[in-house]
């Protein structure tokens, strides 16, 4: 079974920065795509940012420029940095992982999300 999970939540200032970790375990898997979405409560998950297995990444508009996806392949980890916090930022930050699958469709798994609060 693939597990990501996710770290690196805290409480936050205005303008101030985190990374976030998302490490996945598993057996005999190989992970294509990696990405961040965040979700308010009361509100749909939002897609932050996603990368590639060559390395490609996009951004949303509204974290463009601010946030850093990357990944490291050996470690099955994608990270989120994040600068110029806002408190808008707010939100429960889920990582998903993409599994490739010989011969069958790609399957999504995803962890069980780590709070961000930005507040003074």
């Known amino acids: 079974q693939v597990q990501p999970v996710e770290s690196g939540g805290d409480l936050v200032q205005p303008g101030g920065s985190l990374k976030l970790s998302c490490t996945t375990s598993?057996?005999?898997?190989?992970?294509?795509?990696m990405g961040w979405y965040r979700q308010v409560p009361g509100m749909q998950r939002e897609w932050v940012a996603s990368?590639?297995?060559?390395?490609?990444?996009n951004y949303a508009d509204s974290v463009k420029g601010r946030f850093t996806i990357s990944r490291d392949n050996a470690k099955n980890t994608v990270y989120l940095e994040m600068n110029s916090l806002k408190p808008e930022d707010t939100a429960i930050y889920y990582c998903?992982?993409?599994?490739?699958?010989?011969?069958?469709?790609?399957?999504?798994?995803w962890g069980q999300g780590t709070q961000v609060t930005v507040s003074s």
């Open positions: 990368t590639t297995s060559g390395g490609a990444t």
């Open positions: 598993g057996r005999d898997f190989r992970i294509g795509a």
């Open positions: 998903k992982v993409v599994q490739i699958r010989l011969g069958r469709p790609p399957r999504d798994f």
